[in-house]
């Protein structure tokens, strides 16, 4: 890795997360002799797997631009302990997720299907997640963008995805 792929990687440190307009500029203005902007991003990931961190690519669903972000590729306690979820909780997240790939094309699923799936969570009796917890982490998730409400028309129902 040499100079101008550690410039990129100062990049992320200081955006967090970039469009894939903004990361191609800053390509360009480095490798003005041409080379491969994929092979860039794996000569960086490479160096950064042994520490559990790539460059990971992905659509934001709301502009439908391409960004990029370092994401953590390893579980670990420090990062289970970088939430204020707890494990039934993710555990219930996780699930939504899934039921919204399983999906397919529409990647959606209604509010109230989201709430049903809290009782798939495995728990005991103390820590099960009520209905109205489930409503909270909904509400949450949705304000902060990790989950979005959709209205649909009216001969359909509405959906969280």
């Known amino acids: 890795m040499n100079d101008k792929h550690k410039i990129i990687l100062q990049s992320f440190l200081a955006k967090h997360v970039m469009?894939?307009?903004?990361l191609r500029d800053i390509y360009?203005?480095?490798?003005?002799?041409?080379?491969?902007?994929?092979?860039?991003?794996?000569?960086?990931?490479?160096?950064?797997?042994?520490l559990g961190f790539e460059i990971r690519k992905a659509v934001d669903e709301s502009d439908g631009l391409?960004?990029?972000a370092i994401v953590n590729t390893k579980i670990d306690d420090a990062i289970k302990s970088a939430t204020d979820l707890t494990p039934q909780e993710l555990a219930y997240f996780k699930l939504i997720l899934q039921a919204i790939v399983a999906e397919g094309?529409?990647?959606?699923?209604?509010?109230?299907?989201?709430l049903l799936l809290k009782s798939k969570v495995e728990?005991?009796?103390s820590n099960a997640i009520s209905g109205s917890r489930a409503d909270i982490l909904l509400q949450d998730w949705i304000k902060c963008r990790?989950?979005?409400?959709?209205?649909s028309s009216p001969s359909s129902s509405s959906s969280s995805s």
């Open 28 to 50: 360009a203005n480095l490798f003005t002799d041409g080379g491969n902007f994929d092979n860039v991003i794996s000569t960086i990931n490479e160096h950064l797997h042994f």
């Open 66 to 68: 391409m960004y990029y």
């Open 19 to 22: 469009s894939e307009s903004q």
């Open 105 to 114: 094309e529409e990647g959606k699923i209604t509010y109230h299907d989201c």
């Open 146 to 151: 990790w989950l979005s409400f959709v209205t």
């Open 123 to 125: 728990t005991t009796s």
